[in-house]
């Protein structure tokens, strides 16, 4: 049995009179690449905000290996190991992809990096550290060719890639992934199940995946839990989930086993 690397209990979240997370239970199990789906506005954004202390839940708690979350803040969390994209894009557009790596991981280090104003001895043994390790997760996510390009000069699905090498530089227990296939074509969106295996393969990084794209869910995880109304309704494996009228209801209809996207 792997152990747990994350879990939840009774998360509860409201606003105004919305119920965005109401008595939520999951775990993530090392090494594995666990699944969250569930409709628009079923809750999971929510779940990463929660997660990354964005927000307080009203209700519940948050353990990462065993230690509770709670009273820790974002950047806390993220040097315990919690790391993340976002839905919608967010890189420094004026920095280069190598640079967008490098500040991530600007707390690993004595010195500030791309800000460091007396370059002494030990700055640059950061500097050079931090360069090895870009390097690695550039290779990693296929952008080495692309180093010294602004961000803003890369492709979308290039844009989604680099974001989750931003998230992987704190190097993170469990890595957080908002709906990653957004807006890639084919192609991209196979490559990206490739680089999410590699990340859990080389790493030994647990992914926690929030996507629409069913057939990437399907593909990549072990384990899938289902939100609709703030409320798990399902999990299982992926048979089971496909199968599950409740499941298939929540998604309005069967289109679970078509393209829903
Ligand atoms: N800061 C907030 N203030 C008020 N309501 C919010 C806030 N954040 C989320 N909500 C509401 O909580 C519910 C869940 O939103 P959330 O973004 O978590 O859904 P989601 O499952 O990620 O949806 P999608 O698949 O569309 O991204 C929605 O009704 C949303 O409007
Ligand atoms: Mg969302």
């Given at each position: 049995?792997?152990?747990?690397?994350?879990?939840?209990?009774?998360?509860?979240?409201?606003?105004?009179g919305?119920?965005?997370?109401?008595?939520?239970?999951?775990?993530?199990?090392?090494g594995?690449?666990?699944?969250?789906?569930?409709?628009?506005?079923?809750?999971?954004?929510?779940?990463?905000?929660?997660?990354?202390?964005?927000?307080?839940?009203?209700?519940?708690?948050?353990?990462?290996?065993?230690?509770?979350?709670?009273?820790?803040?974002?950047?806390?969390?993220?040097?315990?190991?919690?790391?993340?994209?976002?839905?919608?894009?967010?890189?420094?557009?004026?920095?280069?992809?190598?640079?967008?790596?490098?500040?991530?991981?600007?707390?690993?280090?004595?010195?500030?990096?791309?800000?460091?104003?007396?370059?002494?001895?030990?700055?640059?043994?950061?500097?050079?550290?931090?360069?090895?390790?870009?390097?690695?997760?550039?290779?990693?996510?296929?952008?080495?060719?692309?180093?010294?390009?602004?961000?803003?000069?890369?492709p979308?699905?290039?844009?989604?890639?680099?974001?989750?090498?931003?998230?992987?530089?704190?190097?993170?227990?469990?890595?957080?992934?908002?709906?990653?296939?957004?807006?890639?074509?084919?192609?991209?969106?196979?490559?990206?199940?490739?680089?999410?295996?590699m990340?859990?393969?080389?790493?030994?990084?647990?992914?926690?995946?929030?996507?629409?794209?069913?057939?990437?869910?399907?593909?990549?995880?072990?384990?899938?839990?289902v939100?609709?109304?703030?409320?798990?309704?399902?999990?299982?494996?992926?048979?089971?989930?496909?199968?599950?009228?409740?499941?298939?209801?929540?998604?309005?209809?069967?289109?679970?086993?078509?393209?829903?996207?």
């Amino acid at each position: 049995m792997r152990p747990v690397v994350l879990h939840v209990e009774d998360l509860t979240i409201h606003f105004g009179g919305i119920h965005a997370l109401e008595g939520s239970s999951f775990y993530v199990k090392e090494g594995q690449i666990t699944g969250l789906i569930g409709p628009n506005g079923a809750g999971k954004t929510t779940v990463f905000n929660l997660l990354t202390g964005v927000y307080t839940p009203d209700r519940g708690d948050i353990y990462l290996e065993n230690k509770s979350l709670l009273r820790k803040k974002t950047y806390q969390r993220c040097r315990m190991g919690v790391a993340r994209t976002f839905q919608n894009i967010r890189l420094f557009k004026d920095l280069t992809v190598a640079d967008n790596i490098k500040a991530a991981m600007s707390h690993q280090f004595k010195y500030p990096l791309l800000s460091g104003i007396i370059r002494g001895r030990g700055y640059r043994r950061d500097e050079r550290t931090a360069a090895e390790r870009a390097d690695q997760l550039l290779e990693l996510t296929g952008l080495s060719g692309s180093a010294e390009l602004m961000a803003s000069q890369l492709p979308y699905g290039q844009q989604r890639k680099l974001e989750i090498a931003r998230a992987l530089a704190s190097q993170p227990k469990i890595l957080l992934l908002d709906e990653p296939a957004a807006g890639m074509n084919p192609a991209e969106t196979e490559d990206l199940k490739d680089m999410i295996r590699m990340i859990r393969d080389k790493l030994s990084v647990s992914v926690l995946l929030i996507e629409h794209d069913m057939n990437v869910v399907m593909d990549l995880c072990e384990y899938i839990f289902v939100l609709d109304y703030g409320r798990i309704i399902s999990r299982g494996t992926s048979d089971k989930i496909q199968n599950d009228p409740k499941v298939i209801e929540a998604y309005l209809g069967g289109e679970l086993n078509g393209d829903y996207a």
